[in-house]
């Protein structure tokens, strides 16, 4: 099983709650719910020797607008939010190197393989410029896009995408992570795995999305994850502070929007209230630290930007998915979009 991690970094639990990596084609034998019945195309779209990425494109006419992933997701995890720009923009989203169906080779996870790859995908569907949008881990890309690759980005939306250079210091303690409440129960099928997720880490992601992340017995039950563990391990060491500087905001020229769910003492997460009383004692010890990291980390963020930093206090971290319509709002207003008479 995998170690915990944080949830601001784990796109599918089950990446933690289920194990070990997946022989080739996993993703085979599925239950009926995970049809993808999404109104999009589906290309593999070859960045380098030997790695395709999956790019979805949702339709829509007018400026590109690229869709990049948190940790361990996949880009059908925006299948519904996609549609809320179609009316203005051509919506296209990357599953990145490491998950399925995108190639998963051994090496390429560092930020600015990453980002070569994003500007790889725009290369090959003839897009000059574009609006990148990223969740979570996708910071590190959209920073690297808009420091080395300027030229090819309108805007950059930052989506409860922190700088994770400073993240994980050596003397920080990690709190209890919700993966040890995954028991068996919560893996006997999709839709238990959906209540769980619901419940523990307040998510829901579309079913098709969870899907790609998992392997299903013939009974619908959830035996494994997808991806291997060495792509969480190489992607989170590529965005160490080592390998990957904090960025230096004041040299990112083009437009940026945060959007952020700075961690309170009150709220804590949702997996909390579930923990034993000696886990919850040890959660409270470790809290406050990660929490005012993360406050001087959205503060940084801010500085000289506040007119295009929000903030959502203690909201779930897929905020695009639990605070939509704010979200939608804040980034219709940073793009100009004027709301319809």
């Known amino acids: 099983m995998m170690p915990p991690l944080p949830l601001f970094l784990l796109g599918a639990v089950a990446l933690l709650a289920v194990g070990a990596p997946t022989t080739a084609r996993a993703w085979d034998q599925k239950p009926a719910a995970c049809k993808d019945d999404t109104p999009h195309e589906t290309r593999m779209v070859k960045v380098a020797p030997g790695v395709e990425l999956e790019v979805l494109d949702w339709g829509g006419t007018g400026k590109a607008m690229v869709l990049l992933t948190g940790l361990g997701d996949n880009a059908h995890v925006y299948d519904q939010f996609a549609f809320q720009f179609t009316d203005y923009y051509h919506v296209v989203g990357i599953t990145r190197r490491g998950f399925l169906p995108s190639s998963q080779p051994r090496n390429g996870y560092d930020v600015p393989t990453r980002a070569a790859d994003d500007i790889a995908v725009l290369d090959a569907l003839g897009i000059d410029k574009a609006v990148f949008v990223g969740h979570s881990l996708a910071g590190s890309e959209l920073s690297r896009l808009g420091l080395v690759y300027g030229a090819r980005v309108d805007r950059l939306v930052y989506l409860d995408a922190a700088d994770l250079s400073e ?45 790609l992340n998992l392997k299903f017995d013939a009974h619908g039950a959830i035996t494994d994850s997808t991806s291997p563990q060495f792509v969480t391990d190489k992607l989170l060491a590529g965005v160490a502070g080592s390998v990957n500087p904090p960025v230096n905001w004041a040299k990112i020229k083009v437009p940026r929007l945060g959007i952020y769910a700075p961690y309170t003492l009150t709220d804590r997460q949702a997996w909390y209230w579930y923990l034993s009383p000696a886990k919850k004692v040890e959660f409270d010890e470790a809290w406050p630290d990660v929490a005012s990291w993360y406050r001087r980390t959205v503060a940084k963020f801010a500085e000289g930007n506040s007119a295009n930093t929000y903030t959502l206090p203690g909201a779930p971290h897929y905020i695009y998915i639990n605070n939509e319509a704010e979200v939608v709002r804040w980034m219709r207003k940073f793009l100009g979009i004027a709301p319809r008479s």
């Open 167 to 211: 993240r994980f210091l050596p003397s920080r303690r990690e709190p209890p992570f919700a993966a040890s409440l995954f028991t068996d129960a919560a893996l006997k099928s999709l839709w238990a795995y959906q209540a769980a997720s619901a419940r523990y880490t307040a998510l829901r992601e579309p079913n098709q999305s969870v899907c």
